[in-house]
């Protein structure tokens, strides 16, 4: 008996990135298909500092590449605004609840990081952050310093709120997000961006207090609204200042991966 069977041609790799230069200088722009978009639509990304291109499903390569050439310029420019990085490095000036720190490597000391003030030194800030360790190993360690501190004092402040109200959170986590500076899962379970350490108290309370919010409103209705503002008074502040400002708060460190 003869069996037939068919075999297919390898399927062409789909192109997800395109390269567009100007002056001097190439991008590279990624490119994310959409069932509902019904235009081309450019956006640049503090957090993650690159370039997305949303397009719909049937739109050519070409086409694409058209769209994105022509914007060059403006990609190149919107780039060139976005807020230099600060690597976690000796002399790097990293803020602390809103509050400056310099970051002073200290060999051979105990322990690994803290926050010390008043260190009587012609420095650019009056606070630092020492760290106990050489070299190679100073990114990490402040990194993981600031995660701690942000998961103490967002676990101290969602603590505080969901007694006012008596709802109680399924847990706590911190994480380096991007798109979000806080989430709440329907059951319960709410999420934060470790950056929120490097804002003013009151705009890391004022996340705490939204999420939590969350737990008995699970939108963004009036009601949410005026519970959020029970539990933190200092909401439109928050908010205005995270609009301004919060964009900022990804160019300390480099990103993660999680």
């Not at 260190?119 to 952050?129: K, P, R, V, Y």
């Not at 798109?179 to 709410?190: D, K, M």
Request: proline residues 4%; positive net charge; charged residues 25%.
């Amino acid at each position: 008996m003869l069996s037939l069977f068919r075999i297919d041609a390898p399927r062409k790799r789909e192109t997800t990135h395109l390269e567009v230069s100007h002056s001097g200088e190439t991008h590279r722009v990624a490119l994310k298909r959409i069932s509902g978009a019904r235009r081309f639509t450019l956006r640049v990304r503090s957090a993650t500092r690159d370039v997305v291109l949303t397009m719909p499903l049937r739109s050519s390569l070409a086409a694409a590449r058209e769209f994105v050439e022509r914007h060059a310029a403006w990609i190149g420019a919107r780039l060139n605004r976005l807020p230099r990085p600060v690597p976690f490095e000796h002399g790097a000036v990293v803020p602390l609840r809103g509050v400056n720190h310099i970051v002073l490597l200290v060999p051979g000391a105990r322990g690994n990081v803290s926050a010390r003030s008043g260190i009587g030194m012609n420095l650019e800030a009056e606070h630092a952050l020492c760290v106990a360790c050489d070299s190679p190993h100073v990114s990490r360690r402040i990194r993981d310093f600031l995660r701690r501190e942000a998961r103490g004092d967002l676990e101290l402040a969602v603590k505080r709120h969901t007694a006012a109200i008596g709802v109680a959170a399924r847990r706590v986590t911190v994480r380096d997000t991007v798109s979000r500076w806080g989430s709440c899962s329907a059951s319960g379970a709410l999420s934060f961006s470790w950056r929120l350490i490097f804002a003013p108290a009151f705009v890391l309370d004022y996340l705490a207090a939204h999420e939590v919010a969350h737990l008995v409103h699970l939108n963004h209705s009036p009601k949410f609204w005026a519970l959020t503002q029970k539990l933190s008074p200092d909401t439109d502040r928050a908010e205005a200042w995270l609009k301004t400002h919060g964009a900022s708060l990804h160019r300390f460190g480099s990103a993660e991966t999680d």
